[in-house]
């Protein structure tokens, strides 16, 4: 039977806490799951009395007394995990009250019967064992500093095009409206087309064709318009002229003589000024923009080639511009064509022309650049195994060091942020080592929705994934659905059942949301009053960097505090929109804003996964490998294929969800002639073989 998400959708609120599972909460589980005519009348009267007067005082001396309302309020707030010793406990004490004739054998055994059968069910519960400290680790590994990606300009921002909400409300507009005809296949403006067919020649088609595409087709013609905007600005309407322009300009306001002028007023009067001119002059340019540029010729030509020469990228990037650029000039010249082709449309066969150049160039690249690519990602699987190993240890509660026999030495517990992230990061790469998947699909996966936990016959757990809308749901129109692997059931139930409730849990109050990240709003003040004494010349005796480094460092710790109480609700709210397995930590790279809890976007998965695995390799291999989450899928066909090995590449290519064909293809790119050839070149020659 299909096990939905129950720990989310019927917890009594009162009995957890900070995700810990009370006795109250468990023993409402255990009603939730037991069938009513196999239980005996009195279990709970008997197990109430078994904790109540054998358990409970042991543990706390307070419940010696206690009546039937007081166990109950107090099992709300108890956690279960404590009862782990019960069945011993109860032993000893009951064998003290048998010995003093205080209770009768058959009585005992009415006791016992339903204590031990509780705990029994306990400890088979999923959630049970991750009550507990981590058996796994103790100390995470020491973090590792890893060199800038290849290609990333060592650390100059990889994304150059403006952000959207740079642009003119005039060019945000027609980008949406682009977008409805993209999105929709031109339906929108398909009714202007008829007053156009009196003007068909004989066997004209009645319309021109357009595909629709999806929503996440879609991001990629925004990026691309956004990248090209951005070249645009910088590099044809910020001129020379301009540049020097506002050389002149910020070199009179910083002048003698317009400084005096200033002199009444405060000292932030400048600095506002020039935000203010930079931020006129920038709308000025800005309002130059239009998605028309987007289908010149020749500026899309000299895109490309400033885009090869000093990003160092491919004759790829032009293709995919110019395909962007044809679908513009699609829906501009839409009411246009009565050539189902578009060969009426002059400006799209010059497009098309420009692509088909650019593509020969491209091919020209292709077999080079996929040897160059693998270059910083090849991994073995045996050693994508590895980097799985290392991201659990990570995962461990505490940083610190460990002594020569394996015992912690010294350590300090991490904040409950950064384990809950660890946590996320292996997960979502073991998921792709061990059943790889498309990202998108990881992305998607909603408890009681996309993603389901499920019993065998035997009462074996496993999870079982249902997507019906994924990258080839339009052209096969069948919903994927496949088991996950077995190895990733205990590490899903550790995030299911303790990781993201516990998040849940802490995101609820203010309070909560500070502690999470190891800090707490009472801060603000002491902050403050350090900050004020350190302004008057008044250091603590520990402080051993200079006056001023420590006001920086004081100033720079105030405003994190305020930042994180200030987007406590944002990311609060962002939690509570949806049911997403996985989501984001932390703020936007770009712009600053909080992204918290939103679901995670092809970029944010795809950098951290990356990142990941960068650190882990340079630990255990010296050496950084950029492998990103479609590179494990190429790893994964060319590992099935190793020689020996049973053929199940048809049954593979089912389950992560495109054709042997192409799995043939992904194995092919990333598997030299060497290896094709080592397994036999000592014995080809021999009979039989």
């Not at 000025?284 to 899309?300: G, M, N, P, T, Y």
């Not at 064509?337 to 650019?358: F, G, M, V």
Request: glycine share 4%; proline share 3%; hydrophobic share 35%.
């Amino acid at each position: 039977m299909i096990i939905f998400y129950l720990l989310l959708n019927t917890r009594n609120k009162n009995c957890f806490y900070m995700g810990q599972y009370t006795l109250g909460y468990a023993i409402e589980l255990w009603r939730i799951n037991q069938e009513p005519k196999k239980l005996d009348v009195n279990f709970e009267k008997y197990l109430s009395i078994s904790l109540r007067k054998y358990v409970f005082p042991k543990l706390d001396p307070k419940t010696k007394d206690f009546k039937i309302d007081e166990f109950v309020a107090y099992s709300n707030n108890f956690p279960v995990a404590q009862l782990k010793d019960a069945l011993k406990i109860f032993e000893c004490q009951i064998t003290r009250a048998i010995e003093n004739n205080e209770i009768s054998i058959n009585t005992v055994k009415n006791y016992r019967s339903a204590l031990k059968r509780f705990l029994e069910w306990l400890e088979k519960q999923p959630w049970w064992i991750y009550l507990f400290p981590d058996p796994v680790v103790k100390i995470a590994p020491s973090r590792t500093k890893i060199a800038p990606k290849p290609g990333t300009g060592a650390g100059e921002a990889s994304f150059y095009g403006l952000a959207k909400d740079e642009l003119p409300l005039s060019v945000i507009n027609k980008i949406e409206e682009f977008k409805h005809f993209r999105l929709t296949g031109g339906k929108s403006i398909r009714r202007t087309v008829r007053e156009y067919g009196q003007h068909r020649q004989k066997g004209e088609a009645r319309r021109p064709k357009i595909d629709a595409i999806k929503q996440s087709s879609f991001k990629n013609d925004e990026e691309r318009i956004l990248r090209f905007l951005g070249w645009y600005v910088e590099n044809k309407l910020l001129s020379e002229s301009h540049l020097e322009l506002l050389a002149d300009v910020n070199n009179y306001l910083l002048s003698p003589a317009f400084l005096r002028f200033l002199s009444n007023y405060k000292n932030s009067s400048l600095s506002a000024l020039q935000i203010k001119l930079i931020y006129e002059f920038s709308n000025i340019l800005l309002s130059e923009l239009h998605l028309e540029l987007l289908s010149d010729v020749e500026l899309l030509d000299e895109y490309t080639y400033w885009a090869v020469e000093t990003r160092g990228v491919s004759h790829s990037t032009g293709v995919n511009m110019v395909k962007t650029a044809i679908a513009i000039a699609k829906w501009l010249n839409y009411d246009k064509s009565t050539r189902r082709n578009w060969s009426d449309i002059p400006l799209i066969l010059d497009l098309k022309d420009l692509r088909n150049e650019l593509a020969e160039e491209y091919a020209k690249e292709k077999g080079k650049l996929e040897e160059q690519k693998w270059e910083n990602k090849q991994l073995t699987h045996e050693q994508a195994r590895q980097v799985v190993d290392y991201l659990r240890k990570s995962c461990a509660t505490h940083i610190g060091n460990e002594d020569e026999t394996g015992e912690v030495a010294s350590s300090q517990k991490r904040n409950t942020s950064a384990v809950a992230r660890s946590w996320q990061i292996y997960l979502i790469v073991k998921i792709l080592v061990y059943c790889p998947v498309r990202q998108e699909e990881i992305r998607n996966f909603k408890l009681g929705e996309t993603l389901f936990r499920s019993e065998d016959e035997d009462g074996n757990p496993y999870y079982v994934a249902k997507i019906t809308k994924h990258k080839n749901s339009g052209v096969t129109g069948k919903m994927r659905h496949y088991k996950l692997p077995d190895i990733l059931t205990e590490d899903l139930d550790m995030w299911v059942y303790k990781w993201r409730p516990l998040i849940e849990e802490s995101i609820k109050t203010l309070d909560g949301w500070m502690k999470f990240w190891g800090q707490n709003s009472d801060q603000i003040e002491n902050i403050h009053s350090q900050l004020e004494a350190a302004k008057k010349g008044i250091f603590d005796n520990r402080v051993q960097n200079s006056p001023q480094q420590y006001i920086d460092y004081l100033e720079k710790k105030l405003r994190k505090v305020e930042q994180r109480i200030a987007f406590w609700e944002v990311a609060k709210t962002n939690f509570e929109s949806h049911n997403h397995l996985f989501f984001m930590f932390g703020k936007s790279r770009k712009n600053g804003i909080e992204v918290f809890g939103n679901p995670l976007n092809v970029a944010s998965i795809w950098r951290v996964v990356t990142r990941a695995i960068a650190m882990s390799s340079k630990a255990l291999f010296g050496e950084e490998r950029w492998t990103n989450p479609h590179a494990l899928r190429h790893i994964a066909e060319k590992h099935i294929r190793q020689p020996g090995k049973q053929d199940i590449t048809e049954s593979f290519a089912m389950l992560i969800g495109h054709s042997k064909e192409i799995g043939d293809e992904y194995a092919r790119q990333i598997t030299s002639e060497y290896e094709l050839s080592e397994d036999i070149v000592d014995d080809w020659w021999l009979e039989g073989v």
